[in-house]
């Protein structure tokens, strides 16, 4: 596996933050992107099956897609997957974001 330091701007703040993630090389990503601050909502979730950074991009994509999703954060290590909304979020829409990104909805954290 590599490292590699990306920074990631959240469209959502304009606000910038610099990560290192290790991918399996595969897409040659592995980025992580931070959670902004100030959001109305703020929900953690496990999902199963991630491995590298084209995982989290897909999942970041799908769960964006989802209306008043502000930010995403997937934490590769763990599989937490930390969704900022202005809105409370469904489990089933969660779930059905997941779903379509190819991989599996554990749970709510906490």
């Known amino acids: 596996m590599s490292e590699t330091a990306v920074t990631v701007e959240s469209p959502a703040t304009g606000t910038t933050a610099e990560t ?3 991918c399996c090389g595969s897409c040659g990503t592995g980025a992580t992107e931070t959670p902004a601050t100030g959001t109305a909502g703020r929900a ?10 084209h995982c989290v991009t897909s999942v970041t994509a799908e769960l964006r897609k989802i209306d008043g999703v502000t930010d995403v954060a997937v934490d590769l290590a763990t599989g937490k997957v930390t969704v900022d909304s202005t809105v409370s979020l469904a489990d089933e829409a969660v ?3 997941i779903d379509e990104a190819g ?3 554990v749970g709510r954290l906490g």
């Open 20 to 22: 290192t993630a290790s």
């Open 95 to 97: 779930a059905a974001a």
């Open 103 to 105: 991989y599996d909805l």
């Open 44 to 53: 953690d979730f496990q999902v199963k099956g991630m491995t590298c950074g």
